[in-house]
């Protein structure tokens, strides 16, 4: 196991994930919200073409029926999914069963430094990528320092990138970038009106609390440093939500949760993912999606084979087929979230590309707040303030 990062280290490695020039290469390019492709001439089967079984443990968003049946088609393989709602389920099922039964996972990068303490994936073999060349470079090397590379060795790859930000009815309300915050929907007219999930809203919070000075955290890369420095802050930040934890009308864990916040139970705003809000508003929904001035919380989701993965070859035919920009495509159309692959924006219309700008106005995209790597202690300490903030 590797010993948390030191405060450089973690604002170095901040900072280059910020940069601008990898945003504006990496992601402008990439993100789709929804996309106009679909499959066609880019079938080339001979390239991918195997046969069996692929034993797919992932989050519900990303086994959609239409990617699993582009995949079908595009290889000839047999798609088995079962779905998980967190990082941490993901990481319990496969400890439960020896890291046995499935072939491909995709948890966060960010906790691929705790899972490999079980010895959960297995080494990949980067000459059967071959269509690694696709992916865009900055994606690979920040793969590598955020969790996928672990004690030298490459056992996961980035798949797509998302963000938790804020969500309103925009029935209701109406909000300029620079001014929404995520201390807004702690307004006493918020009252039984908010959703958000128990454990990120501390983000949030901290983030809030650091940029006015009242509970300073260094953007809340402090508490990834120690667990002294963190329940320091916690603590804080958990007094914070308690006193204004009456606005909260419901706590989501999944992307259907937050959905049916707004659509059926009541809720106008909120702290949420970006894919279901804004395939939503795609659909034509009263919801709007965008980053708060303390920063948008930026994830990126993987690819890894399960250490005692029976199809191996399967897993890595479904890896070169994400890595085409049809299948990217395939995939923000039905997920809202956004590509790692070169290309995918060539098949964007133009109102996708509006709605990306529309979530990411002005310097947003210099702003993102990208999760570090979490050190194992870390995860128990969160889900300890977790539970005793849904219990308050």
């Known amino acids: 196991m590797e010993k948390s990062k030191n405060k450089n280290e973690t604002t170095e490695t901040q900072k280059e994930m910020t940069r601008r020039d990898f945003v504006k290469k990496s992601v402008v390019t990439g993100v789709a919200v929804g996309v106009t ?5 880019w079938f080339i089967k001979d390239a991918l073409s195997s046969s069996g079984e692929l034993r797919l443990f992932t989050w519900p ?74 992916l865009e470079p900055s994606f690979w090397d920040i793969s590598g320092k955020t969790g996928g590379i672990i004690d030298g060795k490459r056992v996961g790859l980035p798949y797509n990138w998302g963000t938790e930000a804020c969500a309103w009815n925009t029935d209701k309300l109406n909000f300029k970038y620079g001014e929404l915050s995520y201390n807004t929907m702690w307004d006493p007219e918020f009252v039984q009106k908010v959703t958000c999930r128990p454990h990120s809203v501390f983000i949030g919070a901290g983030l809030y609390l650091d940029s006015i ?45 937050h959905q049916l916040a707004f659509l059926q139970n009541g809720c106008v705003i909120g702290q949420t993912w970006d894919g279901p809000m804004l395939t939503l508003k795609k659909e034509g929904k009263p919801v709007s999606f965008m980053a708060p001035k303390e920063g948008a919380l930026t994830w990126v989701d993987s690819m890894a084979i399960v ?38 924006a060539d098949l964007l219309d133009d109102a996708t590309k509006k709605g990306f700008a529309e979530a990411y106005p002005e310097d947003a995209l210099d702003n993102l707040w990208w999760y570090p790597s979490e050190a194992s202690w870390f995860v128990p300490a969160r889900t300890e303030y977790r539970d005793k903030f849904q219990a308050a």
Request: with cysteine; glycine share 4%.
């Open 61 to 134: 968003d990303y086994s959609k029926p239409e990617v699993i049946a582009a995949f079908e088609k595009a290889t000839g393989i047999k798609v088995k999914v079962t779905n998980y709602s967190s990082n941490q389920e993901c990481m319990n099922k496969l400890r439960a069963a020896r890291a046995k039964g499935f072939d491909l996972a995709q948890p966060s990068l960010t906790e691929f430094r705790l899972h490999m303490d079980f010895e959960l994936y297995r080494e990949l073999d980067e000459s059967k990528i071959t269509n690694l060349h696709n």
């Open 37 to 41: 492709a679909s499959v066609g001439p």
């Open 213 to 257: 000075g009242k509970v300073p955290s260094n953007r809340m890369m402090d508490t990834y440093e120690s667990e002294e420095k963190m329940r320091k802050v916690y603590d804080e930040i958990f007094k914070f939500l308690v006193e204004r934890k009456k606005n909260i009308k419901m706590f989501w864990n999944n992307a259907q949760d």
């Open 307 to 344: 250490k005692n993965a029976k199809n191996i070859e399967q897993a890595y035919a479904f890896i070169n087929w994400a890595y085409t920009p049809e299948a990217g495509a395939i995939m923000a159309k039905s997920t809202g979230y956004n590509s790692v692959v070169k290309g995918v």
